[in-house]
């Protein structure tokens, strides 16, 4: 019996399953991040010793998306610690004279407004050396 001589081709073509693993990866990451952001923030609140009730320290979270990660809160005064208040406004387009307020107890108050604390501005920007780490681990997948 003679040899058979065969010629044939194979062409494998994983690159639509390598997309999608890389973007499963990188929503992962990015979660991470968004976590971890979250931690950070909650401890600059913290740190500043602005945590009254914990509302506004509880009600930080964070979303992905569009390839993103942010964080944030839905109470309305949390922009006035983000940014200050009156004399100390970070855009300066604050009040400059003094004002009383009632707190809920009843109690009357006089300020000049408040610092800035820049609670989330912080959690991302201290830490992006961090968040570099996070999204090189998922990655790499190690």
Same mark, same amino acid.
């Given at each position: 019996? &003679?040899? /058979?001589?065969?010629?044939?081709?194979? %062409? $494998?073509?994983?690159?639509? @399953?390598?997309?999608?693993?890389?973007?499963?990866?990188?929503?992962?990451?990015?979660?991470?991040?968004?976590?971890?952001?979250?931690?950070?923030?909650?401890?600059?609140?913290?740190?500043?010793?602005?945590?009254?009730? &914990?509302? /506004?320290?509880?009600?930080?979270?964070? %979303? $992905?998306?569009?390839?993103? @990660?942010?964080?944030?809160?839905?109470?309305?005064?949390?922009?006035?610690?983000?940014?200050?208040?009156?004399?100390?406004?970070?855009?300066?387009?604050?009040?400059?004279?003094?004002?009383?307020?009632?707190?809920?107890? &009843?109690?009357?108050?006089?300020?000049?407004?408040?610092?800035?604390?820049?609670?989330?501005?912080?959690?991302?920007?201290?830490?992006?050396?961090?968040?570099?780490?996070?999204?090189?681990?998922?990655?790499?997948?190690?």
């Amino acid at each position: 019996m &003679g040899i /058979m001589k065969a010629d044939f081709k194979v %062409t $494998v073509d994983n690159s639509a @399953a390598m997309l999608d693993d890389m973007e499963t990866r990188i929503q992962a990451a990015l979660e991470a991040c968004g976590q971890q952001a979250v931690s950070h923030a909650k401890q600059n609140i913290t740190r500043a010793s602005r945590v009254d009730t &914990g509302a /506004m320290r509880n009600s930080i979270n964070h %979303t $992905v998306k569009d390839g993103k @990660a942010y964080i944030g809160t839905n109470i309305e005064y949390a922009a006035y610690h983000e940014v200050g208040t009156g004399i100390f406004a970070e855009s300066g387009k604050g009040r400059k004279d003094p004002w009383i307020y009632k707190d809920d107890q &009843g109690n009357w108050h006089r300020t000049r407004g408040i610092k800035p604390i820049h609670f989330l501005k912080n959690a991302v920007a201290e830490n992006i050396a961090e968040y570099k780490a996070i999204m090189a681990k998922f990655i790499s997948n190690k």
